[in-house]
């Protein structure tokens, strides 16, 4: 098969990583991809956002399956115009994607079939966001409706923050038309963890749960960021509470979806709160998270690429995926200043001496090849990840490969696992 990725992070490189080693492939293409991915993939330069050009470029080298990495061209609806033009993907329609695309969507579907989340309202009319607010309790959760890169969540301690929060978006322009519609919606306490499944369109099949960290600095503190470090698996998600998450909040969604005529295909990544055993929604994603994918993806002893093939082809009921006992962990080191402003170009080395570790791999994500050297090229650079049989000796391995890693323009957090080894 010739196959695309479409992408170029961390998550896309584990992709990659995965699919390069599938013996269906005949050719693997990434756009744009990294320094990194350029081990496994040719690298085409055609940003994610693309859409023509990605579309053009499956046409031109005949293409037989694209991966879809990223949400915005997903929720842009790359995955339909694929399909028109007669090329199998992998990844929800513009319909479906609606579940990450839309927060008041997902939590109306959620009203509609009773699946477990905060209670909230949506409102487009600040006048009747601020009563809203007045009638809560703090902290009170305000969110903007649309993709706003993670950073359209604001928790909000007392109730002149929540409303300060809600006029930013609503009439401050905030986060654009993203933010012209909100959601607000009650706290809920417990401790959060991510959950994958495999879907295609009415079967889920469970692929495993982790954990991040998604704050800049040690014992969760700093700034917001797209994720600083994962683990897999997360010990909060036993098999009790795998399987309320897949009886409560995932097989109702798929039904609900496909009942509503927008049956959703592709991994589904329910963003959880889990209180005493009990799972709530907090938010879908229809992806695969980032860094979450890095450490899901090297536990994973089966062939990837079939199963997301039985994806886009509705056959995932005759699927089943082995799975490495092991634990995996990884540690994202992200440039100086991340997630506010950094500086690129810093020559990165030491990458194939942390990587020759055993149980070890490097997946790159802001990072470009510069005649044979690795330059840092964004926010997030590296993800170090460490497969060894408990998070404890997972965590030892990756710390031992990240400290072989040469870039004074980098940094980690050095507690990535540490909630589930304590
Ligand atoms: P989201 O983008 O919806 O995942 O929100 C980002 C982060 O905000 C989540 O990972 C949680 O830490 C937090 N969060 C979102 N909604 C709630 C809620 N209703 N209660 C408590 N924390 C929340
Ligand atoms: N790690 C969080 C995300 O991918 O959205």
Redesign the pocket.
Known sequence: MRVLVVGGGGREHALCWAIAASPLVEALYCAPGNAGIAADAVCVPVGAGDLDGILGFARDERIDFVVVGPEAPLVAGLVARLADAGIKAFGPTAAAARLEGS?AFTKDLCARHGIPT?AYGRFTDPAAASAFIEDRVP?I?V?ADGLAA?K??T?AETRDAALDAARDMLTGGRFGAAGEEIVI?????GE?ASFFALVDGETALPLAAAQDH?RAGDGDTGP?TGGMGAYSPAPVVNEDVAERVMARIVRPTVAAMKAEGAPFRGVLYA?L?IDDGEPSL??YNVRFGDPECQALIVRLASDLLPALIASADGVLDMFDLRWHDDAALTVVMASKGYPGAYETGGVIGGIDASSAIDGVTVFHAGTEDDGGAVRAAGGRVLGITACAPTIADAQRLAYRAVDRIDWPGGFCRRDIGARAID
Not at 185 to 189: D, S
């Open positions: 927060k905060a902290p959760v969110k993670g359209g969540v928790i919606e009650e706290f809920l306490a959060e998604k917001n963003g709160m907090l938010e």
